[in-house]
Nanobody
């Protein structure tokens, strides 16, 4: 069983930065592609970023490209999302997720999910 726990969310002003962390339990972390998704009130959960098992490949949603950076530390079983130049439209609950199959941004391919952390960007 894989458990994911996000942290680092909070309230920030437009243009500010936050760093989200996701600690993953179990001994299979380096066999999982990891992703970040977000869900705003009344909207579908959407893809934000994903990183491959080794960390050599990353993919971003167009809406965050150039502002967000996903990274991972396989020695610490942790994946990060550095968020810069935040905008009010980035306000959402952010979820990390683990995918043991193909490298992808499709949320249906992710097997395990965290409980989410709230990010609120004030204008």
């Amino acid at each position: 069983q894989v458990q994911l726990v996000e942290s680092g969310g909070g309230l920030v002003q437009t243009g500010g930065s936050l760093r989200l962390s996701c600690a993953v339990s179990g001994r299979t972390f380096n066999k999982q592609h990891m992703g970040w998704f977000r869900q705003a009130p009344g909207k579908e959960r959407e893809f934000v970023a994903t990183i491959s098992r080794s960390g050599s490949s990353t993919t971003y949603a167009d809406s965050v490209k150039g502002r967000f950076t996903i990274s991972r530390d396989n020695a610490k079983n942790t994946v990060y999302l550095q968020m810069n130049s935040l905008k009010p439209e980035d306000t959402a609950v952010y979820y990390c997720a683990a995918n043991s199959g193909s490298y992808s941004g499709l949320k249906g391919l992710y097997d395990y999910w965290g409980q989410g952390t709230q990010v609120t960007v004030s204008s």
